[in-house]
T-cell receptor
């Protein structure tokens, strides 16, 4: 059974389009995250939700909008895609009060043409 | 703010060589420290962790000790294998502020040659 899953795994799209990435975890965790990994492999937090409430929102363009319909899901919607949005996006989850170990999904490679 | 500094890669070793990847950190409180590994084309997997000073994390022959006095969490393995070739990330989580996001180092690519 997959613990943290993301769809799609690959996403190729044109500049200006709107796209969504979905994330689901079946670990019973209460906190979920989105990270962005750039072409140099550097990883940076974008958003974090705890029990469906936004707790971290780094300086991310407001074209990026996370949505958490329930504790097991955290989706990422991106409007008006730009070339610089090309990256690998990782979803992760953790259980607060348990050493904060985060479990990562397989990543979504977004390519904007 | 919090930060993690890792040695630059790539690190190229022959099979059965000793591995050290240096990691130092800056944090305002008492962070938990982690090593994650990313194999080619895959997501991040937790390799090991330590939650307080002098704790030693270990897994699959890898070890790292939380050194508060030197603010370090160096990764070591006594004898590397070709299958250990991957990118290794040192990371911290700041517990005291309630900010649960991980702050990552820049990653170190390890290449092990047969």
């Amino acid at each position: 059974d997959t613990a943290v899953s993301q769809t799609p795994k690959y996403l190729v799209t044109q500049m200006g389009n709107d796209k969504s990435i979905k994330c689901e975890q079946n670990l019973g965790h209460d906190t979920m995250y989105w990270y962005k990994q750039d072409s140099k492999k550097f990883l940076k937090i974008m958003f974090s939700y705890n029990n469906k409430e936004l707790i971290i929102n780094e300086t991310v363009p407001n074209r990026f909008s996370p949505k958490s319909p329930d504790k097991a899901h955290l989706n990422l919607h991106i409007n008006s895609l730009e070339l610089g949005d090309s990256a690998v996006y990782f979803c992760a989850s953790s259980l607060s009060g348990r050493g904060d170990t985060q479990y990562f999904g397989p990543g979504t490679r977004l390519t904007v043409l | 703010g919090d930060s993690v500094t890792q040695m630059e890669g790539p690190v190229t070793l022959s099979e059965e060589a000793f591995l050290t990847i240096n990691c130092t950190y800056t944090a305002t409180g008492y962070p938990s420290l982690f090593w994650y590994v990313q194999y080619p084309g895959e997501g991040l997997q937790l390799l090991l962790k330590a939650t307080k000073a002098d704790d030693k994390g270990s897994n699959k022959g890898f070890e790292a000790t939380y050194r508060k006095e030197t603010t370090s969490f160096h990764l070591e393995k006594g004898s590397v294998q070709v299958s250990d070739s991957a990118v290794y990330f040192c990371a911290l989580s700041e517990k005291s502020t309630g900010r649960r996001a991980l702050t990552f180092g820049s990653g170190t690519r390890l290449q092990v040659q047969p």
